[in-house]
Protein backbone atom coordinates (compact mmCIF):
# COMPACT_ATOMS: atom_id res chain seq x y z
CA UNK A 1 0.00 0.00 0.00
CA UNK A 2 2.74 2.14 0.70
CA UNK A 3 4.48 1.81 -2.89
CA UNK A 4 1.23 3.82 -3.86
CA UNK A 5 2.26 6.77 -2.42
CA UNK A 6 5.53 6.75 -4.18
CA UNK A 7 6.17 9.55 -6.66
CA UNK A 8 6.60 8.26 -10.62
CA UNK A 9 10.27 8.81 -11.03
CA UNK A 10 9.86 9.94 -14.18
CA UNK A 11 13.60 9.60 -15.33
CA UNK A 12 12.33 7.98 -18.26
CA UNK A 13 9.57 9.81 -20.19
CA UNK A 14 7.08 7.29 -21.81
CA UNK A 15 6.19 7.83 -25.25
CA UNK A 16 2.51 8.96 -26.42
CA UNK A 17 2.10 5.23 -27.45
CA UNK A 18 3.15 3.77 -24.32
CA UNK A 19 1.09 6.20 -22.48
CA UNK A 20 -1.86 5.43 -24.54
CA UNK A 21 -1.58 1.53 -24.03
CA UNK A 22 -1.13 1.97 -19.99
CA UNK A 23 -4.35 4.24 -19.93
CA UNK A 24 -6.09 1.76 -22.19
CA UNK A 25 -5.26 -1.06 -19.87
CA UNK A 26 -6.59 0.35 -16.86
CA UNK A 27 -9.87 1.27 -18.86
CA UNK A 28 -12.42 3.06 -16.96
CA UNK A 29 -11.74 1.37 -13.30
CA UNK A 30 -11.23 3.87 -10.73
CA UNK A 31 -11.27 3.29 -7.06
CA UNK A 32 -11.56 6.42 -5.14
CA UNK A 33 -8.82 6.61 -2.13
CA UNK A 34 -9.83 8.25 1.21
CA UNK A 35 -6.42 8.31 2.36
CA UNK A 36 -5.02 9.15 -0.78
CA UNK A 37 -7.27 12.21 -0.73
CA UNK A 38 -6.01 12.74 2.72
CA UNK A 39 -2.53 12.41 2.02
CA UNK A 40 -2.46 14.55 -0.43
CA UNK A 41 -4.68 17.86 1.05
CA UNK A 42 -2.24 17.59 4.15
CA UNK A 43 0.89 17.74 1.88
CA UNK A 44 -0.61 20.81 -0.21
CA UNK A 45 -1.79 22.49 3.19
CA UNK A 46 1.75 21.90 4.60
CA UNK A 47 3.58 23.13 1.79
CA UNK A 48 1.36 25.66 0.09
CA UNK A 49 -1.67 26.39 2.79
CA UNK A 50 -4.27 26.80 -0.62
CA UNK A 51 -6.85 27.62 1.68
CA UNK A 52 -5.53 30.84 3.03
CA UNK A 53 -2.79 31.17 0.34
CA UNK A 54 -4.41 30.71 -2.95
CA UNK A 55 -5.39 34.07 -3.88
CA UNK A 56 -4.17 38.17 -2.51
CA UNK A 57 -6.06 38.94 0.03
CA UNK A 58 -6.74 41.87 2.63
CA UNK A 59 -6.01 39.49 5.35
CA UNK A 60 -2.57 37.62 3.87
CA UNK A 61 -1.35 40.73 1.65
CA UNK A 62 -1.70 43.94 4.14
CA UNK A 63 -0.51 47.35 3.28
CA UNK A 64 3.57 47.73 2.58
CA UNK A 65 3.66 43.84 2.47
CA UNK A 66 5.44 43.26 -0.23
CA UNK A 67 4.81 40.57 -3.26
CA UNK A 68 7.73 39.14 -5.18
CA UNK A 69 6.70 38.35 -8.25
CA UNK A 70 7.05 34.27 -9.34
CA UNK A 71 7.72 34.52 -12.62
CA UNK A 72 10.12 37.13 -12.40
CA UNK A 73 13.82 37.33 -10.64
CA UNK A 74 13.87 40.57 -7.97
CA UNK A 75 11.04 41.65 -8.77
CA UNK A 76 8.25 43.31 -6.40
CA UNK A 77 5.31 45.00 -5.54
CA UNK A 78 4.47 46.99 -1.84
CA UNK A 79 1.07 46.66 -1.58
CA UNK A 80 -0.30 50.46 -1.32
CA UNK A 81 -3.75 52.45 -0.63
CA UNK A 82 -4.46 51.62 -4.86
CA UNK A 83 -3.84 48.64 -4.40
CA UNK A 84 -4.77 46.93 -1.47
CA UNK A 85 -8.50 48.10 -2.00
CA UNK A 86 -8.83 45.95 -4.89
CA UNK A 87 -8.01 42.65 -2.52
CA UNK A 88 -10.89 41.04 -1.33
CA UNK A 89 -11.40 40.58 2.30
CA UNK A 90 -10.28 36.99 2.70
CA UNK A 91 -10.50 33.90 0.99
CA UNK A 92 -14.38 33.84 -0.32
CA UNK A 93 -14.83 30.61 -1.19
CA UNK A 94 -17.55 27.78 0.83
CA UNK A 95 -15.28 25.54 1.89
CA UNK A 96 -14.08 22.48 1.64
CA UNK A 97 -16.02 22.04 -1.42
CA UNK A 98 -17.58 19.15 -2.12
CA UNK A 99 -16.96 17.82 -5.70
CA UNK A 100 -14.62 19.54 -8.03
CA UNK A 101 -14.29 19.19 -11.31
CA UNK A 102 -11.23 20.64 -13.27
CA UNK A 103 -11.35 21.50 -16.74
CA UNK A 104 -8.20 21.86 -18.98
CA UNK A 105 -8.29 22.86 -22.39
CA UNK A 106 -7.17 19.50 -24.07
CA UNK A 107 -8.49 18.64 -27.46
CA UNK A 108 -9.36 15.23 -26.10
CA UNK A 109 -12.39 16.88 -24.87
CA UNK A 110 -13.75 17.16 -28.21
CA UNK A 111 -16.35 14.52 -29.27
CA UNK A 112 -16.26 13.14 -25.26
CA UNK A 113 -19.49 14.30 -24.28
CA UNK A 114 -18.48 15.50 -20.72
CA UNK A 115 -20.25 18.48 -20.96
CA UNK A 116 -23.24 17.15 -18.41
CA UNK A 117 -20.76 15.54 -16.04
CA UNK A 118 -19.02 18.44 -15.83
CA UNK A 119 -21.79 20.43 -15.35
CA UNK A 120 -23.08 18.04 -11.92
CA UNK A 121 -19.75 19.17 -10.33
CA UNK A 122 -20.15 21.32 -7.19
CA UNK A 123 -17.28 23.82 -8.38
CA UNK A 124 -16.19 23.90 -12.12
CA UNK A 125 -12.70 25.38 -12.52
CA UNK A 126 -11.43 25.89 -15.89
CA UNK A 127 -8.33 27.10 -17.61
CA UNK A 128 -7.71 30.48 -19.79
CA UNK A 129 -11.04 32.05 -20.59
CA UNK A 130 -11.80 28.91 -22.78
CA UNK A 131 -14.71 29.05 -25.26
CA UNK A 132 -18.00 27.64 -23.89
CA UNK A 133 -19.80 28.56 -27.39
CA UNK A 134 -23.07 26.24 -28.52
CA UNK A 135 -21.36 23.88 -30.49
CA UNK A 136 -18.60 23.02 -27.59
CA UNK A 137 -21.23 22.72 -24.40
CA UNK A 138 -22.31 19.05 -25.08
CA UNK A 139 -18.46 18.32 -24.67
CA UNK A 140 -17.43 21.02 -21.87
CA UNK A 141 -20.50 21.85 -19.93
CA UNK A 142 -21.87 25.71 -19.47
CA UNK A 143 -21.17 26.17 -15.55
CA UNK A 144 -18.22 27.90 -14.28
CA UNK A 145 -17.07 29.01 -10.93
CA UNK A 146 -13.77 29.82 -11.21
CA UNK A 147 -11.80 30.66 -14.61
CA UNK A 148 -7.77 31.72 -14.76
CA UNK A 149 -7.44 34.45 -16.97
CA UNK A 150 -3.68 34.88 -18.20
CA UNK A 151 -2.55 38.75 -18.56
CA UNK A 152 -1.34 37.50 -22.44
CA UNK A 153 -4.96 37.05 -23.19
CA UNK A 154 -5.58 40.39 -22.27
CA UNK A 155 -3.21 41.75 -24.66
CA UNK A 156 -3.78 39.28 -27.38
CA UNK A 157 -7.00 38.87 -27.73
CA UNK A 158 -8.47 42.14 -26.06
CA UNK A 159 -5.77 45.09 -27.38
CA UNK A 160 -4.73 45.42 -23.58
CA UNK A 161 -8.03 46.63 -23.08
CA UNK A 162 -6.87 50.21 -24.28
CA UNK A 163 -9.65 50.67 -26.80
CA UNK A 164 -12.63 49.02 -26.35
CA UNK A 165 -13.34 47.20 -23.08
CA UNK A 166 -17.10 46.04 -24.04
CA UNK A 167 -15.85 43.12 -26.45
CA UNK A 168 -14.27 42.33 -22.92
CA UNK A 169 -16.81 42.54 -20.61
CA UNK A 170 -19.39 40.85 -23.07
CA UNK A 171 -17.28 37.34 -23.68
CA UNK A 172 -16.62 37.21 -20.04
CA UNK A 173 -20.60 37.05 -19.72
CA UNK A 174 -20.45 32.97 -20.31
CA UNK A 175 -18.90 32.67 -17.09
CA UNK A 176 -22.01 34.09 -14.80
CA UNK A 177 -21.11 34.73 -11.68
CA UNK A 178 -17.57 33.18 -11.17
CA UNK A 179 -14.31 33.80 -9.85
CA UNK A 180 -11.54 35.40 -12.46
CA UNK A 181 -8.69 34.23 -11.37
CA UNK A 182 -5.51 36.30 -12.52
CA UNK A 183 -1.69 36.28 -12.22
CA UNK A 184 -1.38 39.80 -11.22
CA UNK A 185 1.91 40.03 -9.49
CA UNK A 186 3.74 36.94 -11.51
CA UNK A 187 5.56 38.93 -14.59
CA UNK A 188 6.00 42.37 -14.54
CA UNK A 189 3.66 43.54 -17.82
CA UNK A 190 0.75 41.03 -15.78
CA UNK A 191 0.21 43.60 -13.22
CA UNK A 192 -1.42 46.57 -15.37
CA UNK A 193 -3.09 44.17 -17.68
CA UNK A 194 -4.95 42.50 -14.79
CA UNK A 195 -5.54 45.96 -12.69
CA UNK A 196 -7.03 46.71 -16.00
CA UNK A 197 -8.92 43.89 -16.49
CA UNK A 198 -10.52 44.68 -12.72
CA UNK A 199 -11.45 48.15 -13.50
CA UNK A 200 -13.06 47.12 -17.16
CA UNK A 201 -15.61 44.81 -15.27
CA UNK A 202 -15.97 46.74 -12.11
CA UNK A 203 -16.83 49.71 -13.48
CA UNK A 204 -19.53 48.01 -15.64
CA UNK A 205 -21.51 46.00 -12.53
CA UNK A 206 -19.65 43.25 -14.08
CA UNK A 207 -21.36 39.57 -11.79
CA UNK A 208 -17.64 38.53 -12.07
CA UNK A 209 -15.45 39.00 -8.59
CA UNK A 210 -11.59 38.89 -9.85
CA UNK A 211 -9.18 37.28 -7.01
CA UNK A 212 -5.56 37.66 -7.99
CA UNK A 213 -3.41 34.74 -7.69
CA UNK A 214 -0.88 34.85 -4.63
CA UNK A 215 2.33 34.69 -5.84
CA UNK A 216 3.55 33.33 -3.13
CA UNK A 217 0.77 30.62 -3.61
CA UNK A 218 2.12 29.76 -7.13
CA UNK A 219 5.69 29.82 -5.91
CA UNK A 220 5.21 27.05 -3.67
CA UNK A 221 3.18 25.17 -5.41
CA UNK A 222 6.01 25.18 -8.24
CA UNK A 223 8.34 24.02 -5.49
CA UNK A 224 6.07 21.32 -4.56
CA UNK A 225 5.82 19.38 -7.95
CA UNK A 226 9.64 20.38 -8.80
CA UNK A 227 10.47 17.82 -5.89
CA UNK A 228 8.01 15.49 -7.91
CA UNK A 229 9.72 15.39 -11.08
CA UNK A 230 7.93 18.12 -13.07
CA UNK A 231 10.54 20.50 -13.88
CA UNK A 232 9.45 23.24 -16.45
CA UNK A 233 10.18 26.81 -16.49
CA UNK A 234 7.05 27.20 -15.09
CA UNK A 235 3.73 24.73 -14.25
CA UNK A 236 0.71 24.98 -16.57
CA UNK A 237 -2.74 26.50 -15.43
CA UNK A 238 -3.97 23.29 -14.82
CA UNK A 239 -1.84 21.50 -12.67
CA UNK A 240 -1.82 24.72 -10.37
CA UNK A 241 -5.70 24.00 -10.41
CA UNK A 242 -5.66 20.58 -10.03
CA UNK A 243 -3.26 21.41 -7.14
CA UNK A 244 -5.82 24.18 -5.91
CA UNK A 245 -8.62 21.32 -5.91
CA UNK A 246 -6.23 18.95 -4.23
CA UNK A 247 -6.09 21.41 -0.92
CA UNK A 248 -9.92 22.71 -1.19
CA UNK A 249 -12.03 19.97 -2.23
CA UNK A 250 -13.47 16.72 -1.15
CA UNK A 251 -13.11 14.89 -4.55
CA UNK A 252 -11.37 15.72 -7.34
CA UNK A 253 -12.25 14.82 -11.44
CA UNK A 254 -9.77 16.43 -13.89
CA UNK A 255 -10.84 16.49 -17.61
CA UNK A 256 -8.91 17.70 -20.62
CA UNK A 257 -5.78 16.97 -19.49
CA UNK A 258 -4.23 15.02 -22.47
CA UNK A 259 -0.68 16.71 -23.69
CA UNK A 260 -0.08 14.28 -26.11
CA UNK A 261 -0.87 13.79 -30.24
CA UNK A 262 -2.50 10.45 -30.20
CA UNK A 263 -5.86 9.76 -28.79
CA UNK A 264 -6.97 6.40 -27.55
CA UNK A 265 -8.48 5.69 -30.39
CA UNK A 266 -4.57 6.63 -31.99
CA UNK A 267 -6.21 8.77 -34.12
CA UNK A 268 -4.79 12.17 -33.76
CA UNK A 269 -6.25 14.62 -31.23
CA UNK A 270 -5.19 18.29 -31.44
CA UNK A 271 -3.52 20.60 -28.81
CA UNK A 272 -6.89 22.47 -27.40
CA UNK A 273 -10.43 21.36 -27.94
CA UNK A 274 -11.07 24.33 -30.15
CA UNK A 275 -7.92 25.29 -31.86
CA UNK A 276 -4.89 23.13 -32.68
CA UNK A 277 -2.57 25.93 -31.84
CA UNK A 278 0.92 24.60 -29.64
CA UNK A 279 2.69 25.92 -26.56
CA UNK A 280 6.22 27.14 -26.56
CA UNK A 281 8.66 24.28 -26.38
CA UNK A 282 10.12 23.52 -23.09
CA UNK A 283 7.90 26.20 -21.31
CA UNK A 284 6.05 23.69 -19.62
CA UNK A 285 6.44 19.81 -19.02
CA UNK A 286 2.87 19.01 -19.53
CA UNK A 287 3.99 15.10 -20.15
CA UNK A 288 5.68 15.05 -17.17
CA UNK A 289 2.97 16.67 -15.27
CA UNK A 290 0.27 14.19 -17.16
CA UNK A 291 2.43 11.54 -15.84
CA UNK A 292 1.91 12.47 -12.18
CA UNK A 293 -1.59 13.31 -12.69
CA UNK A 294 -1.98 9.58 -14.05
CA UNK A 295 -0.05 8.59 -10.66
CA UNK A 296 -3.08 10.64 -8.86
CA UNK A 297 -5.59 8.80 -10.59
CA UNK A 298 -4.62 4.83 -10.48
CA UNK A 299 -3.81 5.84 -6.12
CA UNK A 300 -7.26 6.96 -6.13
CA UNK A 301 -6.51 10.28 -5.13
CA UNK A 302 -8.12 12.33 -7.80
CA UNK A 303 -9.85 10.89 -11.02
CA UNK A 304 -8.71 11.38 -14.81
CA UNK A 305 -11.50 11.75 -17.64
CA UNK A 306 -9.67 10.82 -20.88
CA UNK A 307 -12.41 8.99 -23.02
CA UNK A 308 -15.92 9.85 -23.31
CA UNK A 309 -18.05 10.41 -20.22
CA UNK A 310 -20.93 7.85 -20.17
O1 LIG B 1 -1.56 28.39 -20.82
P1 LIG B 1 -1.40 26.92 -20.71
O2 LIG B 1 -0.52 26.37 -21.77
O3 LIG B 1 -0.97 26.51 -19.33
O4 LIG B 1 -2.87 26.27 -20.86
P2 LIG B 1 -3.94 25.94 -22.00
O5 LIG B 1 -3.33 25.54 -23.26
O6 LIG B 1 -4.93 27.06 -22.03
O7 LIG B 1 -4.65 24.66 -21.35
C1 LIG B 1 -5.11 24.67 -20.03
C2 LIG B 1 -4.51 23.52 -19.27
O8 LIG B 1 -4.99 22.27 -19.79
C3 LIG B 1 -3.00 23.43 -19.38
O9 LIG B 1 -2.39 24.27 -18.45
C4 LIG B 1 -2.73 21.95 -19.16
O10 LIG B 1 -2.65 21.68 -17.78
C5 LIG B 1 -3.97 21.29 -19.73
N1 LIG B 1 -3.77 20.75 -21.10
C6 LIG B 1 -3.42 19.41 -21.27
O11 LIG B 1 -3.21 18.70 -20.29
N2 LIG B 1 -3.30 18.88 -22.53
C7 LIG B 1 -3.49 19.66 -23.61
N3 LIG B 1 -3.36 19.11 -24.83
C8 LIG B 1 -3.80 21.02 -23.45
C9 LIG B 1 -3.95 21.55 -22.19
Known sequence: VLGWFYIYPGYK?????????????????????????????????????????FAVTKENSPMGKVLWYDGEFYHSHTVNNETYSLFVQENPLQLPLKKCAVVGNGGILRHSKCGR???????????NLPPLSKKYVEDVGTRTHLVTANPSIIEKRFQNLLWSRKAFVDSMKVYGSSYIY?????MKPGTDLSLRAYYALADTSSNLTMLFANPEFLRSVGKFWKSRSVHAKRLSTGLFLVSLALGLCEEVTAYGFWPF?????????????????????????MPEEFVQLWHLHKSGT????????P
Not at 182 to 186: I, K, N, T, Y
Not at 261 to 285: M, T
Not at 302 to 309: D, I, Q, T
Open 117 to 127: DIDQADFIMRC
Open 13 to 53: LPQDKEIVEEVLRQGDAWQKNQTGIDLYRKLLTECCDPRRM
Open 302 to 309: LRMRVGHC
Open 182 to 186: MPAFS
Open 261 to 285: SVGLDEQPVSHHYYDNILPYKWFHA
